[in-house]
Every structure is written in C-alpha cells, then in structure tokens.
C-alpha cells in the first residue's frame, strides 16, 4: 500500500492519529496515560510545538498540533518511540507498539482548527464512553473549558482568543461550541486526497510548496500533486482508455470502468466520498470499498490502467 505525505513547513498545522498495532490497546491503565502525556509534554516543549487539542483513547490517540518549526516528524518519532519502549518495558512485551507510521492531516488553519479540535474531544462521547466532553479525564477539554489545571505546553489562551477577549467569556463560549458539535457533521468527511483539510486555495498553497520537491514514488499521486482535477476531466479520460461513454460512468451498474472513475475521483478530485457517491449514483460507503479492494492489491490489471490514467491526467 502507499506510503502519505509527510509535508512539512513552518507554521503547519496537522490533525495526528497513532493507532495500536493490529487494533490492540496502546494505553491499558491510567498509568500508561499519564506517561504518555509526560512524554508528549516533553517532546512538545523541546521541540516548540504548539498543541491546540489532544484525547487518549483505548487503542489510539489523537493530536491537534502546529509546528512553528516544520519538524512534526521527528516529534512524532521521539513520541512514538519513546512510549513504545516504556510501554514494552513496564508491560514485559517486545515489538511494535502502533500500527506502522502515524497519520497527518495537514489542515487549514482558519477555515478547519476550531472545529477539529472540537471533533478531537468529543471522540469518547461519539464512541458511546462517556455521556459529555467533561465527563472524559484523558484529553484536552476540561483545561481549554477551565475545569482543571492545563499543562503550559497545551495552547489554550490561542484557542479561547479564537472566540472572546473576556478568558471567562470565552470558555462560557468555547464549553457551548463543543456541545454544539454532537450535531456536527465530522470534519474528517471533507479531508481531500485522504492528506488535506482544506479548500481549494488551500490546495493551490500545498501544491505550490510541493513544487520542486524530491518525493517518494509509492506516495500517492493525488498527494503529490494536490491541485484539484475536474471530475468531468476524469470522466472523460477514463471513458477514453475503457472505449465506453462518458455519460454511462455514471449509470447505477458499472464494472471496473465504473470502479477506476470513482478510485481516481478519490485520488484526484479533492472532492469528499459523499460528493463522489452522489456523482456517480452509488453509497459512499461503497467509494471507500472500491478505493480499499484496489489499494490491497485485489484488482491488479485495473491497478495498472489505472496508473496508466492517472499518468495523462497528472502528468
């Protein structure tokens, strides 16, 4: 499977997830989660981090952090590790701790912060754990609403100037935003090319910082080269190689012409699962199935027309 992105620059900011090797725990105890959260503390102060959000979980964890110094992955890194080899230790256990490398979305800023970190520490209430934010001891809330003390390494003056200059006001505010967002649509649905949260001059900024850089190959083309192609684009260059009609793509049946139009809309697009499932008349739930069968290999003749596709349009 491809390998994401890892684009780094100053002033980034990310929505991070670690989860456990093969869906297993990664904190067992309260023990186990105050270390971390130790480590983090650390490796945050030391490398200039600023983290606007933050929730453990059973068997993963989520980050809302901004790198004034462009340096995620080395944090992540010292993180990871660090964690893995006191967890094995004090567990008597050996081997990986998380599932491969952690996941980055890079974000923007003013359109995407305040709501992410909204979706972040609500996470244990939209698993069914607890009944509100405040209810849940292991993640960011209760210091931004100002209901326990906040480590200095946790931005909570930056997110609480986002919505007051009066710190009381502000957390009166910031408490209603947060309860307001059980209602909320998950932000996660609009990420674009599975790596970016964001719109389109969003888009057009990372590819312009992408431009001239040295990037892996097995990193996903649509990740590469995030500027966004039209739909119709693909369409089209998908109805040329399989020699059907545009038009028919998008007829409720379809065989692998059908899959390689949704699988590149995914890639390419920028456009959410459900604006391609509704472009192309199918569940979203079904968009992520075609996108999974190909990525693991299943369907490898339509994968090689498929870059072979994705090679007109992306040059």
Sequence with gaps: MARPLRLEYEGAVYHVTSRGNEKANVFRDERDRTRFL???GLVATASGWLVHA???MGNHYDLVVETPRGNLSSGMQRINGRYTQWFNIR???SGHLFQGR???ILVEREAHLLELCRYVVLNPVRTGTVPSASAWAWSSYRATAGRSPAPRWLDVDGTLSRFA????RARELYRRFV???RAAPSPIAAVRHQAYLGGDEFLKEVDARLKGAVL???IPRGQRFPAPVAIETIRRAVALEFGVEPASLSRRRGGEDKMAAVCLSRR???LTGVEIARAFGIKPARVSNIVTEIEIGKRPRLAVRLRRIEARLVP
């Design 38 to 40: 130790e480590i983090l």
């Design 54 to 56: 933050w929730c453990l």
């Design 91 to 93: 567990h008597r256990r």
């Design 102 to 104: 952690y996941k980055a």
């Design 165 to 168: 200059k009066s710190k009381s």
């Design 179 to 181: 309860a307001e967002g």
């Design 216 to 218: 892996a190959e097995d």
């Design 268 to 270: 390419l697009s920028g």
